[in-house]
């Protein structure tokens, strides 16, 4: 069973898209390529494409890569209108175990958003050296979780997760959470993509109750699956617990950074 198996629904509906600074971020390494290809690695439900695709009208090809194909179902559906042509695999693997559609396949971006913490990342990175253009970019990106998020709110609602729970964050299907061993500036220092650029995008979210109920539905470490018949007790003191706060000053705001690492070969084209 995939780890957001049967969360997909709630995934494409209520995860926070990109911030438009990061979409122009990302257009502006394809801009100089007259036909580029996207490579998105954990593609989840399609939200780097569907973001790029308005803005990139030279795209010419996309490579989907999720193990989920409840996921990859949900990307279909959303980027079906707004491909014009254009072409789109969807491929259902895990990112570790891709390899090169066709011959002569490269691709110019590779983009991974918060899913590179879950992939063994030297492997994908070896994978990307095999199958891009000598001057593609590699995007490494995230904007982190409610889980650790410090405002009071997120804190009083991953108590309450816990309080079903346990104290640690639950992930899988059976375990619980890892967080990376080391930075990912540090794997692509020792990759073929060691040339790289950090930009943080400061953001302010502020979340309604049932936008924050449908969140954490589709994540990893409050997924209804993981409560059993208690799941609806849950939910009920979540949503109690979420309308005090979002009646407090700052209500349900969550203020933070978009990280993204921007990775070439050295000497690539910037």
């Not at 980027?79 to 570790?96: D, I, K, N, S």
């Not at 080391?182 to 109750?209: C, G, I, K, M, Q």
Request: hydrophobic share 45%; glycine share 8%.
């Amino acid at each position: 069973m995939s780890l957001f198996h049967a969360t997909a629904d709630a995934y494409s509906r209520h995860r926070p898209g990109l911030p438009d600074e990061v979409v122009h971020l990302l257009a502006g390494t394809l801009r100089a390529i007259r036909r580029p290809a996207l490579l998105d690695l954990g593609t989840g439900t399609g939200q780097v494409p569907a973001a790029l695709l308005p803005v990139l009208p030279q795209l010419a090809r996309l490579d989907l890569v999720d193990a989920d194909r409840d996921m990859l179902h949900q990307a279909d559906l959303a980027l079906r209108p707004l491909l014009a042509g254009r072409t789109a695999a969807f491929h259902a693997v895990r990112a570790e175990e891709f390899t090169a559609p066709e011959e002569g396949y490269q691709a110019d971006l590779v983009t991974c958003a918060r899913a590179f913490h879950w992939m063994d990342r030297p492997t994908v990175l070896a994978m990307a050296d095999r199958v891009t253009a000598p001057s593609a970019t590699v995007a490494i990106m995230g904007d982190g979780s409610l889980w650790t998020h410090p405002a009071p709110w997120t804190v009083a609602l991953r108590e309450l997760i816990q309080s079903y729970l346990g104290a640690e964050r639950r992930a899988g299907t059976t375990g619980t959470y890892t967080a990376p061993g080391r930075r990912y500036e540090d794997d692509l220092a020792e990759s073929a993509f060691s040339d790289v650029e950090e930009h943080h995008f400061p953001f302010r979210r502020v979340w309604t109750p049932e936008k924050v109920i449908g969140y954490l539905r589709s994540t990893s470490f409050a997924r209804p699956s993981l409560f059993g018949d208690r799941h609806l007790r849950f939910e009920t003191e979540a949503q109690a617990l979420l309308e005090q706060h979002a009646a407090a000053k700052d209500g349900l705001a969550e203020d933070g950074l978009f990280d993204v690492l921007l990775a070439r070969r050295p000497g690539g084209a910037r």
